[in-house]
């Protein structure tokens, strides 16, 4: 079961470093990839598995949760829905927290 999952997991990171990203020159990022040959990046990209020169969806990692759940405790403290949401307790946080996946993707 565990190795299954393990290996679901890989499959899904192998495919997921192929999808571009939207609105991404490939040609302007192979130029600049091919520029810091040698360096922390170069190094990062491999460690990535090239999905840094693909500039693939899952070379953001898990900065657009982390954008996401900042923006939405932004928006709780001007927003009256959202802070009344954050005011009810558990269900009130699990909508705020399903907002914020929503945000995320």
Not at 7 to 14: D, E, H, K, S
Not at 43 to 58: E, P, Q, V, W
Not at 85 to 92: F, I, P, R, S, T
Request: aromatic share 6%; proline share 4%.
């Amino acid at each position: 079961s565990r190795l299954l999952f393990v290996l679901g997991a890989l499959i899904v990171y192998r495919i997921g470093s192929f999808i571009p990203l939207p609105g991404i020159d490939a040609a302007v990022l192979a130029q600049l990839v091919e520029q810091q040959k040698g360096t922390i990046i170069d190094m990062l990209n491999m460690f990535s598995g090239g999905a840094l020169s693909r500039a693939s969806i899952l070379a953001l990692g898990i900065m657009p949760y982390i954008s996401a759940s900042i923006v939405m405790q932004l928006l709780a403290t001007v927003s009256p829905a959202l802070a009344e949401l954050k005011k009810e307790g558990a269900a009130g946080q699990r909508k705020i927290t399903k907002y914020t996946r929503y945000a995320t993707v």
